[in-house]
């Protein structure tokens, strides 16, 4: 077996540059607009009109369901639906 020997260097060195900035991506206007759209889908406008319900049996929830309402949440054993106008 070979023994390791510690070696304390009294060589210093320079410190470590930072790294270059990176650049943005490029992109092309068609791929933004493309973005945009399909985000458009997600966010509604601030003059998107719904009819709201609330329901706590699950008898009712059910009905509401069928009837094309969508579920937004739920607190205090409340369940908050809502339906686009």
Request: glycine content about 2%.
């Amino acid at each position: 077996m070979t023994k390791m020997k510690s070696i304390k260097s009294s060589q210093t060195y320079p410190p470590i540059p930072p790294p270059p900035p990176s650049q943005p991506a490029k992109r092309s206007s068609k791929a933004l607009t493309n973005v945009r759209a399909s985000l458009g889908r997600f966010f509604e406008t601030p003059s998107s009109e719904f009819t709201v319900k609330i329901a706590e049996k699950p008898e009712d929830i059910k009905a509401l369901l069928e009837a094309g309402f969508d579920y937004v949440c739920q607190k205090d054993n409340l369940v908050f639906l809502r339906k686009r106008n």
